[in-house]
């Protein structure tokens, strides 16, 4: 069950970069990312914001593999629990967003990552 909910967390998190990557290349869903502040294409600085919140939660996947014992090495326990951390206030941030679509879309989804997160921590 450990290994499912982390090769769950990680599926996900690709998908979350894949859209991170997207919005960086110029694909006009701003009205889905970041409160829904840029409809269309982000402005360059978002768009630099957006690879780097992307290549941010593949890392995280590694880490929460990494914590289940399907990737090496075991990330230090901080770090692991950093990333719950941070997958709680996503959840959170998702779930209370201005935009309507984005906490439809992503509210869901950020929640079941850190469901995931907790349950790899749970062992």
Do not use: D, K
Not at 39 to 45: A, H, M, Q, S
Not at 95 to 120: D, K, Y
């Amino acid at each position: 069950m450990i290994a499912a909910a982390a090769w769950l967390y990680a599926a996900l998190a690709v998908v979350v970069a894949l859209f991170q990557l997207a919005l960086t290349l110029g694909a006009p869903w701003g009205h889905l990312a970041m409160g829904g502040r840029y409809p269309g294409r982000l402005p360059p600085g978002m768009r630099l914001a957006a690879i780097g919140q992307g290549v941010l939660i593949a890392f995280f996947a590694i880490v929460v593999l990494g914590r289940a014992g399907l990737t090496s090495p075991t990330p230090p326990e901080w770090l692991f629990w950093t990333v719950v951390g941070l997958s709680g206030l996503s959840a959170l941030l998702n779930l209370i967003t201005p935009s309507i679509p984005e906490r439809r879309l992503w509210g869901p989804l950020a929640l079941l990552m850190l469901l995931c997160a907790v349950r790899v921590a749970a062992g």
